[in-house]
T-cell receptor, first 112, second 110 residues
């Protein structure tokens, strides 16, 4: 089945530690996105990529980094510079045009 | 951020009743989309309405769009307990990224 896989489902980070969230899609979609969701809130865009080896900052990129070396993969690194990383992270992808997005099931990150 | 806003923030109804939630947005749009999110899960695309459309149906879902008022509504008819979820509207900003509203939390009681 085609879809987006995010891993891990739950992730715990110690203070000062970098962690990487995985996002893989087999939908042959060109564009991929990372959103952050805080409890009871909407989604805020962190980074997005429309083609391989290219990505743009979203509204809240500070403290995060991404890479897009392969069409299928768009990992997100939460760096130690992100002071409040505890949140639910959602990855999405879309084909060409202004159609709907397909979302992964999310990664819940908690700072311990 | 050109985020839209949903209204109400929360809605509680009994099974069988209709649920209506509204979305307002700020800029001109190409299309508006509605998504559903079950607790702790990813979002699922429900329906897309283009700017030149005024109404669209999909099963028990009915979406309307009023571009003059920059608003949309999602109607779920004959609600079921399984419809309990958060519902988000989303619009494209600068044609390359989808911006989501704040969501409406719907609770349907059996």
């Amino acid at each position: 089945d085609g879809g987006i896989t995010q891993s891990p489902k739950y992730l715990f980070r110690k203070e000062g530690q970098n962690v990487t969230l995985s996002c893989e899609q087999n939908l042959n979609h060109d564009a991929m996105y990372w959103y952050r969701q805080d409890p009871g809130q909407g989604l805020r865009l962190i980074y997005y990529s429309q083609i391989v080896n290219d990505f743009q900052k979203g509204d809240i990129a500070e403290g995060y980094s991404v890479s897009r070396e392969k069409k299928e993969s768009f990992p997100l690194t939460v760096t130690s510079a992100q002071k409040n990383p505890t949140a639910f992270y959602l990855c999405a992808s879309s084909g060409t045009g202004l159609g709907g997005y397909t979302f992964g099931s999310g990664t819940r990150l908690t700072v311990v | 951020s050109q985020q839209g806003e949903e209204d109400p923030q929360a809605l509680s109804i009994q099974e069988g009743e209709n649920a209506t939630m509204n979305c307002s947005y700020k800029t001109s749009i190409n299309n508006l989309q509605w998504y559903r999110q079950n607790s702790g899960r990813g979002l699922v695309h429900l329906i897309l309405i283009r700017s030149n459309e005024r109404e669209k149906h999909s099963g028990r879902l009915r979406v309307t769009l009023d571009t003059s008022k920059k608003s949309s509504s999602l109607l779920i008819t004959a609600s079921r307990a399984a419809d309990t979820a958060s519902y988000f509207c989303a619009t494209f900003y600068n044609t390359d990224k989808l911006i989501f509203g704040t969501g409406t939390r719907l609770q349907v009681f059996p």
